[in-house]
């Protein structure tokens, strides 16, 4: 991005978010597979987006967000390439707002990603 200069940039121009700058909770595993992509099939197959609501058991949705992703390999990407880019795409509501405000880079494993949303999720009176 070029230096803005004071002088003559419009005062809006300060204002306004950058899109570049907007950083992400997940950090997505590198992926050397030059033909991989997610695409709108891959996406479209998680219907039953998690909400956040306490009447959902996360367990089972997230037993069910991984039988999904079963169903896609493609070499030389690893489930956790797979499972991070999507999880976003399974999440509405209460659930995504807690993804998107998470702190950035967060999340660098699936495994750190679903136990933080397990215990975010996962209200302790079930255990009981």
């Given at each position: 991005m070029e230096a803005r200069n004071p002088n003559t940039t419009p005062l809006w121009d300060f204002v306004m978010p950058d899109p570049n700058a907007i950083a992400s909770?997940?950090?997505?595993?590198?992926?050397?597979?030059?033909?991989?992509?997610?695409?709108l099939a891959f996406i479209t197959f998680q219907r039953n987006q998690l909400d956040g609501s306490p009447m959902k058991n996360p367990n089972d949705y997230i037993t069910t967000f991984l039988e999904n992703c079963d169903t896609i390999k493609i070499n030389g990407v690893?489930?956790?390439?797979?499972?991070?880019?999507?999880?976003?795409?399974?999440?509405k509501d209460n659930a995504k707002s807690w993804l998107m405000n998470a702190n950035v880079n967060s999340f660098t494993s699936w495994d750190i990603l679903s136990k933080v949303f397990l215990y975010k999720y996962f209200a302790l009176r079930k255990t009981v």
């Open positions: 909770s997940i950090v997505k595993p590198k992926v050397e597979a030059n033909n991989f992509k997610v695409n690893s489930d956790d390439a797979i499972w991070l880019r999507l999880f976003p795409f399974s999440l």
